[in-house]
């Protein structure tokens, strides 16, 4: 572990908070994951003791008592976000959060507010922009390799949808899932989007229709520079996640293939081929 | 030439009906073709030298009254095909007719029912159903090999817009170019559309906004088994014609890539490479 | 037909023969096949019929003897290359002739030398020259796209072993397969060979074996302008025909895939994937 | 950090050593570097420094009399590996050892002995048998999924010549870096080569050519079980590290490409492209 390190504490011991830890304990040298809290004591404690982190607390105020600790990592469920981002504001933690930070747009406002008037850096986990593809698409447009941009096309498919429980609270597909499209949308093109139309269907899972979700969407996205977009979302992929862009500019066009397992290509009798993505998704 | 074939007629020794009469006399042995007709009689004359045709005529009439000739490829400007089918029809000649066969619905049903009532073949120039990419996206969807389809996305690019003076007499953007996209969506899917949402601007030239028309869009499809899909056309794509499909079904997907001139693969200290496709616009 | 064309006679009504008559006379406009010949008299008649030759013979000197025959194509068995080239040329007629001219080095020379004395042209069908793939390498190599070439990789993989009563009088894999492989070294690298040395073995068929033949080889070349080159044989691969080079330079490399039936690309969970070539071995 | 972790000691605090410093203290959470050793004194310093290492020296002795460092790497020069392994295996200590052991076979030999008598594990540095892409293609011929192999090739070309006062020691081209593709081709094809020809050259730097060593070559291999194979070598290629496998079988092939830095592809009126691989020679 190198000299320099930041003292941090994880709030939320489930799915995501346990790759957090992960990551922290041991691809972040420079991060000194001390305490761990989650509303599941039991959560905490087995979390702790896997990623060999110092603390575990039921209670994540504890965590935002700890003068030593710099900054927390949110991961607990959707409705917490925006309370508990407000009060490690207050707490003077730097903060990062999974998305979203809520389903309303004031308890968003508030949040933002708190951070504000900290002073502290709050970073929202839309981690598709330090994906290295997305991110040389960035770059293309920024520095105008393709010209002024036209038109603008995101696929973005989950291999199976998410457990029914998970879709009961998510707030629906366009809030779970195509949040990180719209995001990608943005990031990519710079600009705003003024109009939006969408058409979604439930051909996967008639559970989900029966919840009054969707489990595809195609979403036609109008941005004020006059790029036209388009978002294909769906819950089923039989290959695997699939998370790809197009975007056709004047003077040329730029596109991400997925990304494989390994490089090897096998040919006989029936097929060119290589083996799919086998991606849980996200 | 084989010993059997069929005798044929050319009416229209424009760009199009050039390039028929090549393919006619060089590359299809069994077809005959021995007159070609155009309203500029130098231009019929000119065709019938550069391709060996026998007889010229600047009357296609000539063409209808030939009892030896049995079918007839239309090639002339779009506001005379409904007519010409029609009168061919009643000639009974078998007929080939660029697309498309009006502008107004009731002269194609007119030119459909004189083609019934003779009893003659009428095939319209939507050649992409016989390419061997779009052959075996509906072949997989036919044979049921990527499972019940759920997306569909086209993409349809021509290198560069059209001659203004096309523009004013095509009937628009989506008359003239995606239509070859709508046959190939209804194609593929083997449903009708019953929804259908567009968007469009012109960020490719300001000339062909002043015409009132497009020159990008983005279509939105709602087919009848539930299938949703898209159209991504432009009128330049600086790379050359782009004609892709993808289509996602419930037990897997199925895309085209596009064609190339040669299948070598360059790399040097800059990029890994190949050379784009060369086409004109179709 | 164009005005203007070539009368041309073909020597030879097999399977090579037969292919022959088929491009000229229904792929290549400019030529007019007037006369086919094959020892075989019925197999003369057949390939006259199928393909509309006016005139059939079982000897090939009728050809020859023509006078308004301005060509032919010699694609009788290899053991009658030299001799009826020789002949040909003595007639004044150009030649296309299918590789190889001989087995032994005494009658090349003595074909050849009637070539020059005679006028005329000579073409051996080393096809390869005229593929796209190929061209577009040499061109590389040409233009110094690849700065100064360094090591060259051919590979080359028929489908499955030709009949062995072929086998039998071909002059074995070298003569009869490799020779295009030697033909492609010289011309992408412009340079002729000072070394070779090469690996020969059975594992595809003990039947070669017992004819003393190989049915796969690896053979080494060093060329006069210092290049090493490898060039990979074998009598059979699952997945099609496999033609491909490789080309190392000081400033890049240049290699070709193979071309496929159509640019479809399927994914599932098992693979991404697209059809092999099913290529027949030429 | 986990709870159970390896107490290791490095060896050799220069280029190689530094890399497996960086990996044991931030990706690899299970090691535990305590201690790190360099001739060049200030090096180690460095090293322990940079690294958060708790103890440097300039004695690789000090490493090995730690009873509490349970393994050790060494990444010293050349010349020296033979005798640390030697008295590393005395100390008991587990060991992971940069190749080669050493140039002549009998120091290979007595260091290989006392690892067998002091019951120690010992692991070469050859790393591509953990590559992805390597490791398919292993997988592939051990499950047979290409049936019989036939005929291998690997290609192998590092982006440009190491420093020259590197290659006056390294043992010339064949052992410093052909011993990767050595390894390469044992472990794919699992069967041991009774006969090798090889042609080298120099195109690259007239330098290596007057140190007696080559630049380029191609390696013929014949398998005891009767496959053969090749192996490409060149100092130089200009798009960087190239290393790919072909390897053709009875019922199939399977072949890997180069990976990339990532998965956008610009395609533009001059070509289709990506970027190319920006590695610095291993």
Redesign the interface.
Known sequence: ???QSLKMGLIGAGRIGRIHAEHL???I?SADLIMVADALGEAARECAER??IPFATPDYRAVLDRSDIQAVVIGSSTDTHARIIEEAAQAGKHIFCEKPIALDLSSIDQALDAVERAGVQLQIGFNRRFD??Y???RQ?VAQG????P??L?I?S?DPDPPPIDYLKVSGGMFRDMTVHDFDMARFLIGSEVD?I?A???T??DPTIGALGDVD???I?L?FTN?V?G?I?N?R?????Y?QRV?L?????????????????????????????ECGDYE
Chains 1, 2, 3, 4 share one sequence.
């Not at 390799?145 to 002024?148: C, H, K, R, V």
């Not at 089923?236 to 695997?240: I, L």
């Not at 500019?249 to 799919?276: K, L, Q």
Request: net charge negative; glycine share 10%.
């Open positions: 572990m190198p000299a304990t041991s691809r040298p990623y060999a290295a593809n991110r040389r698409v293309a390799e393709i010209g002024q036209h038109l096309h696929v498919y109009t139309f058409l979604g269907g051909m996967i595809m969407a195609v036609l109008h006059g036209i388009t294909e769906s089923h992929a039989a290959y695997g699939d197009e056709l500019g004047h003077d040329g066009a730029i596109r991400t293939e997925n990304n494989y397992p390994n490089a090897a290509i096998m040919s006989d009798g029936h097929s060119v081929r290589r083996e799919p």
